[in-house]
């Protein structure tokens, strides 16, 4: 069964150092990973994805994730946050050998950064 | 820049009422789905839908709910008969064909049952 863990609950950075929001994935096949942004009253919004090929992907408003196979990591990271950026992510993956679109979503971090 | 958007934001109903809550995806999109968050849990899938057909369902998605795209721009979510554990906010997503992966949500539905 595919699985993801977002092991904090919630991470806190002063403004203009790097941040990193930690995922750890099980999946059975080749897996699909995603990082999702909420603001408050808003609906999910799409950051990144890695389907196959470089481990690094960039992806909006400056933000990176690494994808780690052997670690089966997916940790999201910005070299330097944003006040703006305080929002709750998600990381989610899919079953690449899947058509349907169904994700799989971690519980949420919360990050939260202070001028 | 479109969006998917969702009706109503917060819906109140009694126990065993039927609800159903609405969604406009995005034009062009094809692939529809609903996700639900139950507060203080993870997002969870509901079912997926493309050409007028469930494409998946989770275990939670049983014969109390349905989904129907009754025209070209709507996607309905319907529970018949609601039961206090499917308090929750629902999320609608629609993606193209081909990338079904990058999913666009609307703000959700707030649905208390009482």
């Known amino acids: 069964a595919q699985s993801v863990a977002q092991p904090e609950d919630q991470v806190n950075v002063a403004e203009g150092n790097p941040l990193t929001v930690k995922c750890t994935y099980s999946v059975s096949g080749n897996p699909y990973l995603f990082w999702y942004v909420q603001y408050p009253n808003r609906g999910l919004q799409f950051l990144l994805k890695y389907i196959t090929g470089d481990n690094l992907v960039k992806g909006s408003y400056g933000f990176e994730a690494e994808f780690n196979k052997s670690q089966t990591s997916f940790h999201l990271k910005k070299p330097s946050a944003l006040v703006s950026d305080s929002a709750l992510y998600f990381c989610?993956?899919?079953?690449?050998?899947?058509?349907?679109?169904?994700?799989?979503f971690g519980q949420g971090t919360t990050l939260q950064v202070k001028p | 820049e479109p969006e998917v958007t969702q009706t109503p934001s917060h819906q109140v109903t009694q126990m065993g009422q039927e609800v159903i809550l609405r969604c406009v995806p995005i034009s062009n999109h094809l692939y529809f789905y609903w996700y639900r968050q139950i507060l203080g849990q993870k997002v969870e899938f509901l079912v997926s839908?493309?050409?007028?057909?469930?494409?998946?369902k989770s275990e939670i998605f049983d014969d109390q709910f349905s989904v129907e795209r009754p025209d070209g721009s709507n996607f309905t979510l319907k529970i018949r008969s609601t039961k206090l554990e499917d308090s929750a906010m629902y999320f609608c997503a629609s993606s193209v064909a081909g990338d079904t992966d990058t999913q666009y949500f609307g703000p959700g539905t707030r649905l208390t049952v009482l």
């Open positions: 989610a993956v899919s079953d690449g050998s899947s058509n349907t679109g169904k994700l799989i």
């Open positions: 839908f493309y050409n007028n057909e469930i494409s998946e």
